[in-house]
């Protein structure tokens, strides 16, 4: 007769829980830099940074600026589900960053360039950023390149192309691509009167349900499809995989094809809204994508849970602006909020030691019976 396995041990229990803990240390961290920095000012300033948009005392307000962070959930959540589809093959895709990169740039010229109406402009950024992901999967297949190799020197490679192509489409005075809401209202993604629930924030579109919609997708071809086997397969053990039958490089090419276009497709899911222009001298590549890494850690490697990790991410990043400028240097929430995201990216390690401990009370319970 088989024992009833224990609550502890059910992996959504165990990912929920990892999650909490790591999320607990990161704010406990944040706070102890705080006072390290200014004691009187801690408190309120870790305050702040939860708190984010609930500080306003009108719900109109807080729903509008709740709209701005859900503008920035969405990319977000898609280089989450970029970075675990591609991990969930057995592949680290770390060039996410730079095919979002590349996406931003292909959507934005062709909706400030070209024309183009919004669909389409996703559309070339989907592509954009799938031929870098093909690039990688091709140099890890057929050169036994690693991914995150060829993913880091593509990371710059696309910052530095999507500058110089979109200098040709900014602002003669100013570094920042032109407003698509003056140049091209076509290529603007329709907001199907969500911009109404948010108390007409112009910038809530069908972003975040598509994401959402797309993260179920991920976990329904993963789970519940023969090609979501195959993929996984190939990752486990390629060599059997190859054994059974199954195309391994053609497989490792595919997913970070399917990778790097849902990173592309984040892109295009906020600079198509018009809430942020491109700065043309950037030197860094977008965080957005490093970001998704942590998300889709928190997140427990899990499509559905990639969807409230992102959410929290950027609720802490945005209620970091918040923190008092008078008393802290500027970058301070930008400090706070990625020792935060750092700490968020130890869910793993968290469940391992779950685990460990949990066996250590049954083989401990086990002696004594």
Same mark, same amino acid.
């Given at each position: /007769?088989?024992?009833?396995?224990?609550?502890?041990?059910?992996?959504?229990? &165990?990912?929920?829980?990892?999650? $909490?803990?790591?999320?607990?240390?990161?704010?406990?961290?944040?706070?102890?830099?705080?006072?390290?920095?200014?004691?009187?000012?801690?408190?309120?300033?870790?305050?702040?940074?939860?708190?984010?948009?609930?500080?306003?005392?009108?719900?109109?307000?807080?729903?509008?600026?709740?709209?701005?962070?859900?503008?920035?959930?969405?990319?977000?959540?898609?280089?989450? $589900?970029?970075?675990?589809?591609?991990?969930?093959?057995?592949?680290?895709? @770390? +060039?996410?960053?730079? &095919?979002?990169?590349?996406?931003?740039? =292909?959507? #934005?010229?062709?909706?400030?360039?070209?024309? =183009?109406?919004? %669909?389409?402009?996703?559309?070339?950024?989907?592509?954009?950023?799938?031929?870098?992901?093909?690039?990688?999967?091709?140099?890890?297949?057929?050169?036994?390149?690693?991914?995150?190799?060829?993913?880091?020197?593509?990371?710059?490679?696309? $910052?530095?192309?999507?500058?110089?192509?979109?200098?040709?489409?900014?602002?003669?005075?100013?570094?920042?691509?032109?407003?698509?809401?003056?140049?091209?209202?076509?290529?603007?993604?329709?907001?199907?009167? $969500?911009?109404?629930?948010?108390?007409?924030?112009?910038?809530?579109?069908?972003?975040?349900?598509?994401?959402?919609?797309?993260?179920?997708?991920?976990?329904? !071809?993963?789970?519940?499809?023969?090609?979501?086997?195959?993929?996984?397969?190939?990752? %486990?053990?390629?060599?059997?995989?190859?054994?059974?039958?199954?195309?391994?490089?053609?497989?490792?090419?595919?997913?970070?094809?399917?990778?790097?276009?849902?990173?592309? #497709?984040?892109?295009? /899911?906020?600079?198509?809204?018009?809430?942020?222009?491109?700065?043309?001298?950037?030197?860094?590549?977008?965080? /957005?994508?490093?970001?998704?890494?942590?998300?889709?850690?928190?997140?427990?490697?899990?499509?559905?849970?990639?969807?409230?990790?992102?959410?929290?991410?950027?609720?802490?990043?945005?209620?970091?602006?918040?923190?008092?400028?008078?008393?802290?240097?500027?970058? @301070?929430?930008?400090? @706070?909020?990625?020792?935060? !995201?750092?700490?968020?990216?130890?869910?793993?390690? /968290?469940?391992?030691?779950?685990?460990?401990?949990?066996?250590?009370?049954?083989?401990?319970? +086990? +002696?004594?019976?």
């Amino acid at each position: /007769m088989n024992k009833k396995e224990s609550f502890l041990r059910k992996p959504a229990v &165990q990912t929920l829980l990892s999650s $909490l803990i790591c999320i607990v240390l990161g704010l406990f961290a944040g706070f102890i830099v705080l006072l390290f920095i200014d004691a009187r000012g801690a408190a309120s300033a870790m305050v702040d940074i939860i708190r984010n948009f609930f500080r306003y005392p009108s719900a109109a307000v807080a729903l509008k600026y709740f709209g701005n962070t859900i503008v920035k959930t969405a990319p977000l959540l898609m280089c989450s $589900l970029s970075i675990l589809f591609a991990y969930k093959v057995g592949l680290f895709n @770390i +060039g996410v960053a730079g &095919q979002y990169a590349m996406g931003a740039g =292909l959507a #934005l010229y062709a909706a400030l360039g070209w024309q =183009l109406p919004w %669909y389409v402009c996703a559309l070339l950024a989907c592509v954009s950023a799938a031929l870098l992901g093909a690039i990688s999967g091709f140099l890890k297949s057929y050169c036994n390149v690693n991914e995150v190799i060829s993913g880091i020197m593509l990371n710059w490679l696309s $910052l530095y192309t999507t500058n110089m192509v979109l200098t040709k489409v900014k602002e003669t005075t100013s570094p920042y691509t032109k407003n698509i809401v003056n140049v091209n209202h076509s290529a603007l993604l329709p907001n199907i009167g $969500l911009n109404k629930v948010f108390n007409n924030n112009q910038y809530v579109t069908i972003a975040i349900p598509l994401a959402i919609l797309l993260s179920v997708l991920v976990w329904f !071809i993963l789970e519940k499809t023969k090609f979501g086997y195959e993929l996984k397969a190939t990752g %486990y053990n390629k060599n059997a995989a190859k054994y059974c039958g199954m195309k391994e490089k053609s497989n490792t090419i595919l997913t970070l094809i399917i990778s790097g276009a849902l990173a592309g #497709l984040g892109a295009a /899911m906020f600079y198509l809204t018009g809430y942020e222009q491109w700065q043309c001298t950037q030197s860094s590549v977008p965080g /957005m994508g490093f970001n998704g890494i942590a998300a889709a850690f928190l997140g427990g490697l899990h499509p559905v849970g990639a969807i409230f990790s992102s959410l929290f991410i950027q609720h802490i990043t945005e209620g970091g602006a918040y923190v008092d400028k008078t008393m802290y240097c500027s970058q @301070i929430s930008d400090l @706070i909020s990625s020792i935060i !995201i750092y700490l968020c990216g130890f869910v793993l390690f /968290m469940k391992l030691f779950i685990n460990k401990r949990l066996n250590a009370h049954d083989e401990k319970k +086990g +002696g004594k019976s």
